[in-house]
């Protein structure tokens, strides 16, 4: 579930510059993305008094971080005499973030000797604030300005892309990947050289570029089993499951599954996603019975709604598989809600609802929700979620069969990794909070 075989698309990136998706020389720093964003939409965004206080203040750190550092000193006039009222609002309508935003006004106040790590630090608590209420686009502006600040910064470069992918701007978002990982290189940075390989993979992955990604992956896994990183190899390993998934055989992905369960610690959040995964693995070779099982287990651990609509989504096209349709019904529901709040990962949800009702030998129905599919995956430049939902469309003009569940022998492999995924699912769901 981690990239949720759903691409994030080119969006309002697309006809800029590209950045090669894989072609940059593996020592080459990529410069800081200079094509124009839509800054004003941050204004939407948020909107109202609020959103102007925030459009202003991420400019200026935008500006400052641009500007050569002898420059800096005479770069702002100063804050006008309405700061104190604006600040005021600020804590009126977003207490959490009032601090952030007073300390991003020391780029105008005092722009030549500003601290770096505060502005970061300011920005990204923005950015988060942004995040959790929904605000994508100004969360990426706040972590792009984060990593405008600190050039030299391979985790805010990695935020900026990976927030990009959010608002489906793959251009940006492959510079800024490729950005982190060549400053984790220069700067020795040990963990953010497993991280940044990890998110670059990721993407390039949901790009399409299959080869690269798995050497990514694979890369990332050997750096932290040699720096004692457990916690990031099995993160590494959970990449490769979902890679293999996708495009490998049920031997490969069950061996990254083995090896990414027993390297998360058992309280770990990555293990209902991991399950996920390994059930999705299970429904590409069409052991629907033990994917089911572990797909409900898995679902109330998964509270993030687009992590939840994946788990849903397949959860439903495996309920359809095994013939529940109560169940089908009950899921299909939940994404469809969940996907008038948001079209990320919608196309590759809906691609999965598609497949259950083909199982029904629905062939209308299931078309009607490929081509949704398809528009989707279209608007949002999304490449694999599209090439699936064409095929699907293909499959329904020919009415296919639907596909036989396979028995699981009893003590086989699976049926004992099965197990071992189902403990460690109801020991977390034993020791999770109520909601």
Same mark, same amino acid.
């Given at each position: @579930? #981690? ?23 593996? #020592? ?12 004003? /939409? ?27 550092? =002898? ?80 050039? /030299? ?10 927030? &990009? ?5 793959? /251009? ?8 982190? @990982? ?6 020795? /940075? ?10 670059? +993979? ?41 890679? =293999? ?9 069950? @061996? ?83 996907? #008038? ?27 009607? @929700? ?25 499959? &329904? ?13 009893? +003590? ?24």
């Amino acid at each position: @579930m #981690k990239h949720s075989r759903s691409v994030q698309g080119t969006g309002s990136d697309a006809g800029q510059p590209k950045s090669g998706r894989g072609g940059h020389h593996p #020592k080459t720093l990529p410069p800081v993305p200079t094509w124009p964003r839509k800054e004003l /939409d941050l204004l939407k965004d948020v909107g109202g008094e609020l959103g102007v206080i925030l459009w202003q203040r991420v400019r200026a750190v935008k500006l400052w971080g641009s500007t050569p550092r =002898a420059q800096r000193p005479k770069l702002f006039s100063g804050l006008s005499s309405a700061w104190p009222e604006r600040l005021a609002l600020v804590a009126a309508q977003a207490p959490s973030i009032a601090g952030a935003v007073n300390v991003l006004t020391e780029v105008v106040t005092k722009p030549g000797s500003v601290e770096v790590a505060g502005l970061v630090q300011a920005s990204h608590e923005v950015a988060s604030w942004a995040e959790e209420h929904g605000r994508i686009e100004t969360a990426l502006q706040y972590a792009e300005a984060a990593a405008i600040a600190d050039q /030299d910064n391979p985790a805010a470069a990695a935020l900026a892309g990976q927030l &990009c992918t959010r608002v489906a701007a793959i /251009d940006r978002a492959t510079v800024w990947l490729y950005r982190s @990982m060549e400053l984790a290189r220069r700067g020795k /940075d040990r963990e953010w050289q497993i991280r940044s390989r990890l998110r670059l +993979g990721a993407h390039l992955f949901q790009l399409a570029e299959y080869a690269p990604a798995k050497r990514l992956f694979q890369s990332a896994y050997n750096i932290a089993l040699r720096t004692g990183r457990r916690v990031l190899a099995a993160q590494a390993q959970h990449d490769l499951l979902t890679l =293999a998934s996708d495009r490998g055989t049920y031997a490969e992905g069950e @061996m990254h599954a083995w090896e990414a369960l027993r390297l998360y610690p058992v309280s770990n959040p990555r293990v209902a996603p991991l399950a996920h995964d390994y059930a999705f693995l299970l429904t590409k070779h069409h052991y629907f019975a033990p994917a089911l099982t572990i797909l409900e287990a898995a679902l109330p651990l998964v509270r993030q709604p687009q992590e939840r609509i994946t788990v849903l989504a397949t959860l439903a096209r495996t309920a359809a598989s095994r013939g529940n349709r109560d169940r089908f019904e009950e899921a299909r529901e939940e994404v469809l809600q969940i996907a #008038k709040a948001s079209e990320e990962r919608a196309a590759a949800a809906f691609v999965r609802l598609a497949e259950g009702l083909l199982s029904f030998g629905e062939w209308e129905q299931a078309g009607k @929700m490929a081509r949704n599919a398809v528009e989707i995956a279209t608007r949002r430049k999304e490449v694999e979620p599209r090439g699936l939902a064409e095929a699907l469309l293909e499959e &329904c003009t020919q009415r296919r069969a639907p596909e036989s569940d396979k028995g699981v022998p009893e +003590g086989s492999r699976i049926e004992i990794l099965a197990r071992k995924f189902l403990s460690r699912l109801r020991k977390q769901q034993r020791s999770a909070p109520a909601k």
